[in-house]
C-alpha cells in the first residue's frame, strides 16, 4: 500500500472551528488558542474570515485578531475571502494568503454566498486577479464534495468541474470540503479519482467533516491515493452556519494519532495539540471532543 511519507495538517479551527459559535469568543481567547497551535508545530493556521458579520457574526473580530497575530517565521494565516469587499479588507491588514470558497451544490452556494456557482466563479476570479496584482497566495475550498444538506448526491463529475475552475484561476491548493460528513470511503475515492483527472493530486486537500463518524477512514481511504495535505479542526470544533446539522471537522488530535501510527510526518506535538484542544474546550466549557483526548482522561 503506498501512502504519502509527510503529511501537511491546514488547521483550520480558529475559523471553520469557531464560525458556528453562538458565543462571542474573546480576542484574547482566540489569539491563545492560535499561539498554542503554533507551539504545537502546525505551519498553516486559518485565523478568520472576511465575511459579513451579519452573516457569521463570530468571525467579525477578524481583522482585529490577525492585526493581532505575531507571526511565526515559516507558519501562514490564511483568512477566508467571499468577495472583493472581503479582499479589500484582507489587504488592508496585510493578509498575504487568503481561501475563497466555491461549492460543488448550487443550493449550498446561494444558502451560503448567496449567489449562484457561475455568479460565485465570475467573483472570485475578479478576487483572484486582483489578489495576484497584490501577491497574495490564494487557496481554493469547494464545499459538498460528498453530499449537499439540500440536493443530496452529488456527482463526482460536478465536484471536478467547480475543483478545475478553481485550480485553472490560479489557486495553488484546492480543498474539498465533505461540508457535512456524509461520506464514505469508497465514495471519498471515488471523488478524487474523479478530481485528479483534472487537478494533481499534489494540490489537493481534504476536508473531512465527521458528523457520520467517518472522516478517519475516508481520510486513510484518500492517502492510499496520494492526498497528502489534510483539513482539521482543534478538538474536533466546528460546523457550518449553512449546513444545519453538521458536525465539526474531524480533530487534529486524532488525525495525528492517526498519522503517527502509521509512521507519517506531520511536524506535530500531540501532547502540545491536546494543551490546545483542553484550552479552547474549557473556554467554551466542554469537554475536549477528540477521541484521543477522551481516552487519555479515561485513563487518568
Ligand atoms: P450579500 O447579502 O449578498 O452581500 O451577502 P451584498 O454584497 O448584497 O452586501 C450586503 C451587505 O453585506 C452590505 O452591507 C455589504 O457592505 C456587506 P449593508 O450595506 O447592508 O450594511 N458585505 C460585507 N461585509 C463584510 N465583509 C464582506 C462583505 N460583503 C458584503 N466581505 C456575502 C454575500 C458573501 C457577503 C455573504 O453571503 C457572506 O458573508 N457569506 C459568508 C458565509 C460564510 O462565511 N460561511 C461559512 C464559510 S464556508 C464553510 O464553512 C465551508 C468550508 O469550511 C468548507 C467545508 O467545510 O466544506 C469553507
Ligand atoms: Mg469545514
Same mark, same amino acid.
Given at each position: 500500500?503506498?501512502? !504519502? ?8 479551527? +480558529? ?7 453562538? =458565543? ?12 498554542? #497551535? ?18 457569521? !457574526? ?11 497575530? @505575531? ?10 475571502? +467571499? ?16 481561501? /475563497? ?52 448526491? /452529488? ?10 475552475? $478553481? ?6 491548493? /484546492?480543498?474539498?470540503?465533505? =461540508?457535512? %460528513?456524509?461520506?464514505? +470511503? #469508497? ?8 478530481? =485528479? ?6 494540490? $489537493? ?19 492510499? @491515493? ?9 478538538? %474536533?470544533? %466546528?460546523?457550518? !452556519? ?16 492517526? #498519522? ?5 510526518? =506531520?511536524?506535530?506535538? #500531540? !501532547? ?23 481516552? $487519555?482522561?479515561?485513563?487518568?
Amino acid at each position: 500500500m503506498q501512502l !504519502p511519507q509527510q503529511v501537511k495538517i491546514v488547521e483550520v479551527g +480558529p475559523r471553520d472551528g469557531l464560525q458556528n459559535e453562538p =458565543t462571542p469568543v474573546p480576542l484574547e481567547v482566540k489569539l491563545e488558542l492560535i499561539r498554542k #497551535l503554533e507551539q504545537a508545530g502546525l505551519s498553516v493556521i486559518e485565523a478568520g474570515s472576511f465575511v459579513s458579520p451579519k452573516w457569521v !457574526p463570530q468571525m467579525a473580530s477578524s481583522a482585529e485578531v490577525y492585526q493581532s497575530i @505575531q507571526p511565526k517565521p515559516g507558519v501562514s494565516y490564511p483568512m477566508l475571502v +467571499p468577495n472583493l469587499k472581503g479582499l479589500e479588507a484582507a489587504l488592508a491588514v496585510g493578509v498575504q494568503e487568503i481561501a /475563497i470558497f466555491a461549492a460543488a451544490s448550487e443550493s449550498f452556494t446561494q444558502k451560503n454566498i448567496n449567489c449562484s456557482i457561475e455568479e460565485s466563479i465570475a467573483r472570485y476570479s475578479e478576487v483572484m486577479s486582483q489578489a495576484q496584482q497584490h501577491h497574495l497566495k490564494v487557496r481554493g475550498y469547494v464545499s459538498c464534495v460528498l453530499g449537499c444538506p439540500y440536493e443530496g448526491e /452529488i456527482a463526482p463529475a460536478r465536484v471536478a468541474e467547480v475543483a478545475q475552475r $478553481l485550480h485553472d484561476m490560479g489557486c495553488y491548493e /484546492i480543498s474539498l470540503g465533505d =461540508t457535512i %460528513g456524509v461520506g464514505t +470511503p #469508497l465514495k471519498a475515492q471515488r471523488m478524487i479519482d474523479a478530481v =485528479t483527472k483534472v487537478v494533481p493530486v499534489e494540490q $489537493l486537500a481534504a476536508h473531512f467533516h465527521d458528523t457520520y463518524g467517518q472522516a478517519l477512514a475516508n481520510l486513510f481511504a484518500v492517502l492510499q @491515493q496520494g492526498v497528502a495535505v489534510i483539513d482539521s479542526s482543534i478538538s %474536533g470544533l %466546528g460546523g457550518c !452556519p449553512y449546513a444545519k446539522g453538521a458536525s465539526g471537522n474531524v480533530a487534529t488530535e486524532d488525525v495525528v494519532y492517526m #498519522l503517527n501510527g502509521l509512521g507519517i510526518e =506531520t511536524g506535530i506535538d #500531540l !501532547p502540545k495539540l491536546l494543551q490546545a484542544g483542553h484550552y479552547i474546550s474549557d473556554h467554551l466549557q466542554r469537554e475536549p471532543a477528540s477521541k484521543v483526548a477522551r481516552a $487519555l482522561a479515561a485513563k487518568e
